[in-house]
T-cell receptor, first 113, second 116 residues
C-alpha cells in the first residue's frame, strides 16, 4: 500500500525566513502534485511534477521531485503571512482502472509577522 | 473558480441516516473522483467514475456508493451513517487519466457533513 509522509506536520516560521517541507513516498512514482488548502476551503493546485528532477517555481514557492529517493520538497523563500495555509503533497499511482491521488497528512504552515 | 460545483455545502445528519452529495463536473470533463477529508487529515480516495462506470475504489465499505450521469455529473451516497463519516467530501473533475498525464484536476469547494 502506498504511503505518503510529510514533515514537518506543523511549521511556524517568521516572515522573511526560508524553510523546506518534505514529502516522502513508499512506492515508485514519477507524478507528484502539491496543493494548498486554506481553512474551510477546497484544494488549490500549486505544482504538478511529471518527471525525475522536475523543478517548478511560482513566486516564493519552489517544488522539486527526486524519484530515485522517492522524495519531493517544497521550498519556501522569504516567507510572508499570506503563505499561511496547509500544504499537501499527493502522489499518483497509475492503475489499470485509472490513476488516483494519494495524499500526505498535510503540513500546517503559520507565518508570523 | 474551478467550474466544479458541489451541493449541499453543509449538512447535519443523524447516525444511521442516509445522505446524497452531488457534484457537477467542469464542462468537457468525463471523470469524477470523490475524496473524504477528515478534520486535520489529507483527503482519501473513495472512488472514481468514468463514463458512468465505477473506475477504481479506495478502502471504503460498500455503504459508500456513487453514480455518474450522462452529463458526467455525479452523486455520492452514504448509507447507515456513522459518526466517523463526519468529514469534508471533495469532488474532483478531470479528463480520464489526468492525474498521470498531468492535466489539471479541478476540485470543488466540498460538502461538509456532520453526523451526530
Amino acid at each position: 500500500e502506498l504511503k505518503v509522509e510529510q514533515n514537518p506536520l506543523f511549521l511556524s516560521m517568521q516572515e522573511g525566513k526560508n524553510y523546506t517541507i518534505y514529502c516522502n513516498y513508499s512506492t515508485t512514482s514519477d507524478r507528484l502534485y502539491w496543493y494548498r488548502q486554506d481553512p474551510g476551503k477546497s484544494l488549490e493546485s500549486l505544482f504538478v511534477l511529471l518527471s525525475n528532477g522536475a523543478v517548478k517555481q511560482e513566486g516564493r514557492l519552489m517544488a522539486s521531485l527526486d524519484t530515485k529517493a522517492r522524495l519531493s520538497t517544497l521550498h519556501i523563500t522569504a516567507a510572508v503571512h499570506d503563505l499561511s495555509a496547509t500544504y499537501f503533497c499527493a502522489v499518483v499511482v497509475r492503475r489499470t482502472s485509472g490513476s488516483r491521488l494519494t495524499f500526505g497528512e498535510g503540513t500546517q504552515l503559520t507565518v508570523n509577522p | 473558480e474551478t467550474g466544479v460545483t458541489q451541493s449541499p455545502t453543509h449538512l447535519i445528519k443523524t447516525r444511521g441516516q442516509q445522505v446524497t452529495l452531488r457534484c457537477s463536473s467542469q464542462s468537457g470533463h468525463n471523470t469524477v473522483s470523490w475524496y473524504q477529508q477528515a478534520l486535520g487529515q489529507g483527503p482519501q480516495f473513495i472512488f472514481q467514475y468514468y463514463r458512468e462506470e465505477e473506475n477504481g475504489r479506495g478502502n471504503f465499505p460498500p455503504r459508500f456508493s456513487g453514480l455518474q450521469f450522462p452529463n458526467y455529473s455525479s452523486e455520492l451516497n452514504v448509507n447507515a451513517l456513522e459518526l466517523d463519516d463526519s468529514a469534508l467530501y471533495l469532488c474532483a473533475s478531470s479528463l480520464q487519466d489526468s492525474p498521470y498525464s498531468g492535466n489539471t484536476i479541478y476540485f470543488g469547494e466540498g460538502s461538509w457533513l456532520t453526523v451526530v
